[in-house]
């Protein structure tokens, strides 16, 4: 076990930049300069990203209300053509006499 911790050691991290650009001359965030040009078009970007998310969103929302709105109207169908064909089926229901009750 001792053994495998040291033959890690001696390995290259995976993290390390071994390329052309060396680490302090990358550019940070912090160094980069904050213009208006620069912030609007950050808001622009995550204001479209926003605006894609929700038209997204409503589309599933579209196509979920469609297929609920087919099923139910499938359903509807199949129950309108089930009480026809009972209608046409059962006997027609008794006549009931009215019954007159004086008081």
Known sequence: MIDRRKAACKSAPPFSL????????????????????????AWETRTALVKQEMAAESAANDAKTARLKALRLEKEAQDAETARL??????????????????
Do not use: N
């Open 18 to 41: 071994e390329g052309d650009i060396p680490i302090s001359d990358l550019p940070s965030k912090k160094s980069a300069p904050r213009t208006a040009k620069g912030v609007f078009a």
């Open 86 to 103: 009972k209608a046409l089926t059962d006997p027609p229901a008794p006549v009931k006499k009215r019954v007159k009750r004086s008081v």
